[in-house]
Structure formats: structure tokens, C-alpha cells
């Protein structure tokens, strides 16, 4: 009974706890997705890069052509770009990709995304083989992502960052994304609030304006109070 309470418990606890940043599993290709990488995506390799028909330079596409395992493509969050807190840290994109081969060999790396015109799966890119075998170098159930600002791609599993395309990014080995963010965030400036210049500047001048309405002002009102000497002493000349 112990034990059944204590699995429970357990249980219980990693349904709240939810899972860790970074450990997110790899996303469930959608079945459209599958479905042309399946069946469309060759008939369209063939069309826009195959040999035949008079064409000599194209590639010899024929019964061996394989597409291999397809990987959706992730990205960092805004938030872990700008240095702050993530979590998850990557978010996915409208790409996955396979590689492709013809007789054993790789010859590229397919891109299919969902044309949001028409909701339908659709070749992006056709990529050099080298960028197919470097991807291929992911480790399994590791999360694919591209870090299209430093032209670099990692495969994620858990905290454990491992770079397959070092880009610009600078990393050689493995890492971690608290390590990696580091390195390449752009941390936004902290406001401290306060009296911004230009209600400074208003402010000097408004008291500067009331300053001169003062003094210019302030003899005038003397004048009226006491009354003119001018007029007062022509009226005594008057009245002798």
C-alpha cells in the first residue's frame, strides 16, 4: 500500500513541477508534413533538379532514392535572444527536414515547410549534402535548432547543447543554452525612472518665462498702486 501511496505521490509531484527548460521532446511530425516527404517530395527533386529528358546536368534520380528520418526545425525564443529568462527556450518553426540519397549517397538536405497560402506541404530548399551529414550527427531524440543570426545549427537534448554547424556562434564542443546565451545575447537596457530631459528642459523654460513676465510686469504694477507723478504735478501747475 506504502509503495502504491508513495508512486502516487511521486507522480503527483512531476505533473506540477511540469518539465525542465530545454527538455522539451523532440515535435510529432504532422501527418500532411509526413505525407509528402513520403510520396511528393521526390516527384519534385525530380522535376526541378533530375537528368533526363535531354537534360544531362541534373541529378540521376531512380528506384534507390531514399528521404531519411525528418527533424522539425526549432529556434530560440525572443526572450532567450534578448538575455532574459525562458523557458522552454527554443519554440518550433514551420520547416523540417531530411536528407536525401540515391544510391547510398547522400546528395542533399530537403526543407519542406506549409505554404501558409495554401496550408499545404511544400519543398523549400534543396541543401548541399555536407549540410545533410552534419545534421545527421545529431544525436537521437535531440531536439533540432537552428540559429539562423550566427548561420549555426545545435542539437538540444535536455540542458546539453552540441553544436553541429559551428556558424559564428564560436562553440566548438558541447555546452549548455544558459552558457550559450552568454555569449550571444543582446540584453536590453534598464530605464531608471525618473525626470526625462525633455521635462527638464520645459521646465527651465517655463521658469524662465515667469521670470521675465515678473520683472517685466512688476513695475507697472508699482505705477498703479501709487499713482503717476507725472499727472499729479500737472495738476498742481494748474490749479496755482
Do not use: C
Not at 528520418?69 to 523557458?87: H, K, M
Not at 531524440?141 to 540542458?159: E, P
Not at 530631459?197 to 507697472?220: K, N, T
Amino acid at each position: 500500500m506504502w509503495t502504491t501511496l508513495t508512486a502516487l505521490v511521486v507522480a503527483a509531484v512531476s505533473m506540477l513541477a511540469g518539465p525542465a527548460a530545454g527538455a522539451t521532446a523532440p515535435p510529432v511530425t504532422p501527418e500532411p508534413v509526413a505525407d509528402y516527404f513520403s510520396t511528393g517530395l521526390v516527384p519534385r527533386l525530380i522535376d526541378l533538379y533530375g537528368s533526363g529528358n535531354g537534360v544531362t546536368s541534373g541529378i540521376d534520380f531512380d528506384a534507390t532514392t531514399k528521404v531519411g528520418a525528418i527533424s522539425r526545425v526549432s529556434e530560440w525564443t525572443p526572450d532567450f535572444l534578448a538575455g532574459r529568462q525562458s523557458d522552454p527556450v527554443t519554440r518550433v518553426t514551420n520547416n523540417w527536414v531530411a536528407s536525401v540519397s540515391v544510391r547510398g549517397a547522400v546528395i542533399g538536405l530537403a526543407t519542406v515547410w506549409i505554404n501558409p497560402s495554401t496550408d499545404a506541404p511544400e519543398l523549400a530548399t534543396f541543401d548541399s549534402p555536407d549540410l545533410a551529414i552534419k545534421l545527421a550527427g545529431a544525436p537521437a531524440k535531440s531536439i533540432l535548432v537552428h540559429d539562423t543570426a550566427q548561420q549555426a545549427w545545435f542539437a538540444m537534448t535536455g540542458d546539453t547543447l552540441t553544436p553541429l554547424v559551428t556558424g559564428s556562434s564560436g562553440v566548438t564542443g558541447p555546452t549548455t543554452a544558459a552558457e550559450y546565451q552568454k555569449t550571444i545575447s543582446v540584453v536590453e537596457p534598464v530605464t531608471e525612472p525618473g525626470i526625462s530631459g525633455v521635462a527638464i528642459s520645459a521646465l527651465v523654460l517655463g521658469v524662465v518665462i515667469l521670470g521675465l513676465a515678473i520683472f517685466v510686469l512688476l513695475p507697472v504694477g508699482r505705477r498703479s498702486s501709487r499713482g503717476d507723478p507725472d499727472i499729479s504735478d500737472e495738476s498742481d501747475v494748474d490749479s496755482a
